[in-house]
């Protein structure tokens, strides 16, 4: 275990950013690190870090058409090393979801240098939100991921690598050697707040067994649960696990640029084709979203939901539509067949 003294964390920082890029939680989100910005050490990000990896848009190719020549300009991999500071226990496993989604062949080269190229700090929760529900997907938050993970003790903070990317990273800091007791000691207070959250007990019984999966299909509730939802896709947007994307081509009379960006199951033309739209009304859609969190997902990824217990869609849903309660009302143990 290695330290530094929280009193002295720009140095670290600066330190940091001599190595690569730095991002850090800045104004709600994840944003470069430049001299006399202050991380925002305390509370979760309105924002996670997706965007990094998988941004909200991003150039797939371009090229050049000319009669029947077709010229490619470049493919844009990111290449350059990047660092990414403060990432909770939530967005780590939601990061693990997406690898599983992008890492798998055939792999999206875009993700995968991406992933290559950053090096991802976690730190532990301090101040866990009522909205946060990671504990019910088996998540601590007192114990992130990451390459790295970090713990905020009294007056330090503390580091711990958990690959070689990650070592190497610390290897090139300036960090003192530390005991276990600092770090020991936050993760105790973090458990001692996770386990007072009112939804610290929310229950997964009745979803992610391939045999429910008609059953909550077919439930009536969805109809009601839905009868609200604008579609304004604002619950997908901040998700860090979801990962629907668009791809689209921009023709600026010289050169056709191909890109991908962020699309949302809860849009009306999500999935709309020649031959029709086969979710045609909101219940479809919505019912798609959670079913692809809570049972698709699980039943493909031995047993991995595809939600984190942000919290993010509960604050920011316009009408306080969210999969706490579809969970409350679809499952539970008298649900499960
Ligand atoms: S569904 Fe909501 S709580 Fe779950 S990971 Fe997405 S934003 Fe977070
Ligand atoms: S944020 Fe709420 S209203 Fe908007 S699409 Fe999601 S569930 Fe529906």
């Known amino acids: 275990m290695n330290g530094f003294p929280l009193s002295r964390l720009p140095e670290l920082m600066a330190a940091m950013a001599a190595v690569a890029t730095v991002y850090c939680p800045l104004a709600g989100k ?3 690190w430049t001299e006399g910005a202050v991380p925002e050490l305390t509370g979760n990000t309105k924002l996670g870090p997706k965007d990094l990896f998988f941004p909200q848009v991003e150039d797939l190719v371009r090229f050049r058409v000319s009669g029947k020549d077709l010229e490619v300009l470049d493919t844009q991999l990111r290449q350059e090393p990047f660092v990414v500071f403060g990432v909770r226990a939530c967005d780590c496993r939601a990061l693990e979801i997406l690898d599983r989604v992008f890492l798998t062949e055939p792999v999206d080269t875009f993700y995968q240098a991406r992933r290559a190229n950053g090096v991802v700090i976690s730190l532990a929760c301090q101040r866990p939100e009522e909205t946060c529900f990671c504990g019910a997907f088996g998540i601590d938050g007192a114990e992130p991921g990451g390459d790295i993970t970090a713990w905020q003790g009294e007056d330090t903070l503390f ?3 958990n690959t070689e990317k990650g070592q190497a990273l610390l290897d090139r800091l300036p960090l003192q050697e530390a005991g276990e007791d600092g770090a020991e000691a936050a993760k105790a207070k973090t458990r001692a707040i996770l386990q007072r959250l009112p939804l610290g007990n929310l229950s997964t019984q009745g979803f992610g067994q391939a045999e429910n999966l008609l059953d909550l299909f077919n439930r009536p ?11 304004c896709g604002a619950c997908t947007f901040v998700c860090p696990t979801c990962q629907c994307y668009d791809i689209k081509e921009f023709d ?7 890109y991908r960006c962020w699309d949302s199951c809860m849009y009306a033309d999500f999935t709309l084709m020649s031959a029709g739209q086969p979710r045609p009304t909101q219940v479809e859609r919505f019912r798609q979203r959670f079913m692809h969190k809570l049972q698709y997902f699980p039943a493909n990824n031995g047993g991995i939901f595809g939600c984190v217990g942000c919290g993010r869609c509960l604050r920011q849903c316009p009408i306080h539509m969210n999969i706490v309660k579809v969970m409350k009302t679809l499952g539970g143990e008298d649900h499960a067949s």
């Open 159 to 161: 580091f711990r690598a």
């Open 221 to 231: 509730e969805w109809s009601e649960l839905s009868a609200s939802c604008l579609g």
């Open 30 to 32: 994840f944003a470069p």
């Open 252 to 258: 600026n009379g010289h050169e056709v640029c191909r």
